[in-house]
């Protein structure tokens, strides 16, 4: 199954860091963990991307797992402007990006 | 803004209307991929073409019919649709067919109404 598991929704405060978590337990060795969000009436947009190691962006930080069955998307200081839909994807050896259910972030002021 | 561009926005058609979606990046990317996207639930994929060619069809009813004219257009035709076909469908390319280490780049879509 190419599919994650995220939590559905997450509520956070502006200007604090928020942490998503993703769970890959299938993940294969060469397949990489992308994480894309999507606005409100916008197409998704690519956020950061990681193999095996911990990966910075402007955007956010992706910290994986040692075991790589999971990893969390750091959002540093969320903003009202990062309130969206948060898509962990696993693409690799199955062949096409594969959308899972994704987590809706609500940013509190 | 996107670097994917999508036309048109919006799209009213009746189920005996032929219309047709476009799609255009000039990033020089090889691979383009079409998205339906339902209210309320994930991107699901439809078509993948790489290097012009169709190399991916997920099983989309022949209703819904892909074409790739050159490497920077995508055009996806819609010949008696359905009002469940009702969607926003999203345009997408990346640098290389297959190259999992480069992100996809998103157009905004076309909400479509099949009235």
């Known amino acids: 199954d190419a599919k994650t598991t995220q939590p559905n929704s997450m509520e956070s405060n502006e200007e604090e860091p928020v942490h998503l978590p993703c769970n890959h337990s299938t993940i294969s060795g060469t397949d990489y963990i992308h994480w894309y969000r999507q606005l409100p009436s916008q197409g998704p947009e690519y956020v950061i991307h990681g193999l095996t190691s911990n990966v910075n962006n402007r955007m956010a930080s992706l910290a994986i797992a040692e075991d790589r069955k999971s990893s969390t998307l750091i959002l540093h200081r969320a903003t009202l402007r990062d309130a969206a839909v948060y898509y962990c994807i696993r693409w690799g050896s199955q062949g096409n990006l594969i959308f899972g259910k994704g987590t809706k972030l609500s940013v509190k002021p | 803004d996107t670097e994917v561009t999508q036309t048109p926005k919006h799209l009213v058609m009746g189920m005996t209307n032929k219309k047709s979606l476009k799609c255009e990046q000039h990033m020089g990317h090889r691979a383009m991929y079409w998205y339906k996207q339902k209210a309320k639930k994930p991107p699901e994929l439809m078509f993948v073409?790489?290097?012009?060619?169709?190399?991916i069809n997920e099983s989309v009813p022949s209703r819904f019919s892909p074409e790739c004219p050159n490497s920077s257009l995508l055009n996806l035709h819609l010949h008696a649709l359905q009002p469940e076909d009702s969607a926003l469908y999203l345009c997408a390319s990346s640098v290389y067919p297959g190259n999992y280490n480069l992100p996809l780049h998103f157009g905004n879509g076309t909400r479509l109404t099949v009235t």
């Open positions: 073409y790489s290097y012009e060619k169709l190399s």
